[in-house]
């Protein structure tokens, strides 16, 4: 007789609220060759990753085979085996974080590539140079100087991570990472609208899939929430930065409003020059922070002129998801 398969009744069939599908088939096999578990689920002759014979989009993704103590074989010398197989739509199941959640179930679809996109939104934290406190004085010694280099200070930042399924690599959206969003954008679900250059592109994943009879590329993509902020302006920079304006060498002008470029000296002992930069005015002038007498100028800080930078490129980012 060898080893023969009977396939039992009992097929069983389930879906998920990830429209994830599974299929059961189960069978009895009777072996007198003497083969062990493993050979016997060679011998039945459904390879991982073979279709189902109804549901052609679901592949087998695993065999068991348990031994079966049943004295009722046909026969003596004969081993009882109870095989079966599991088939599933989406084959790499756990490799990604589970998709359209928080989408209404009548708006689940099951073509990987037509899904919505998902959106997770974390907090952090990340480190910023202390420009001017909450009373918008300078970071400074008591007699005006700048202090370098510039402390740091840890402030909470906000990560959105987005994921999206390609049919193709979108190797063109990797090489974005590090640019800023080149124009205001909505993040899909959050209705939150976003202002050009606030958003950073920071970090892309992409994992290959097979999912209903499909190869695509699950990908993930974070991008970040720029924290520069001008607390003695007032105006919110994302990721670009103000940086006061401020060197050793200085705009003078004598008497007769002659202008010249020369190095800074030291206040109280005009025969020194500065050995740290100053702050400088639009003009390019040294901003006074204490008298010939060695008090404090009041009110300083607000001559300060900042310079605005955009260090960062930019790009469309309303690709990730549209």
Partial sequence: MGTTFELKPGRRASVDDQLVHTYSRA???????????????????????????????????SISVTENSDNGAPGDGFAIWDVEVTYTNRFDAGSVPPQQVGTPPEERVEMPTLRAPDITVTGDMRQVPCVVDIDKKSFTNTLGDPLLPTPMRTVPTLKI?????????????????????????????????????????????????YENGIFYW?????IELGQNLNVYTGSYLGWDVAIANMGK???FYDANR???VRLITEE????????????LTAGGEVIKTIEANGDPISGWE????????????EFNMALLWS
């Fill in 27 to 61: 069978w009895t096999c009777y072996d007198n060759t003497g083969l062990d578990e493993h050979g016997i689920g060679v011998a039945l002759g459904i390879p991982i990753g073979s279709y189902h014979p109804s549901f052609p989009a679901a592949r087998a993704r």
């Fill in 161 to 209: 991570s987005v994921g999206r399924n390609y049919l193709a690599f979108p190797s063109g959206l990797f090489t974005m990472i590090g640019k800023v969003n080149n124009a205001q954008v909505t993040i899909p679900r959050l209705n939150w609208s976003i202002q050009a250059r606030a958003l950073k592109l920071v970090n892309a994943t992409a994992t290959p899939q």
């Fill in 218 to 222: 699950a990908c993930k993509y974070t």
């Fill in 249 to 251: 060498r200085a705009v």
């Fill in 258 to 260: 002659n202008r010249t």
């Fill in 268 to 279: 109280l002992n005009p025969s020194q020059t500065v050995s740290e930069p100053r702050f």
């Fill in 302 to 313: 607000s001559r300060i002129y900042w310079i605005n930078r955009r260090p960062d490129p």
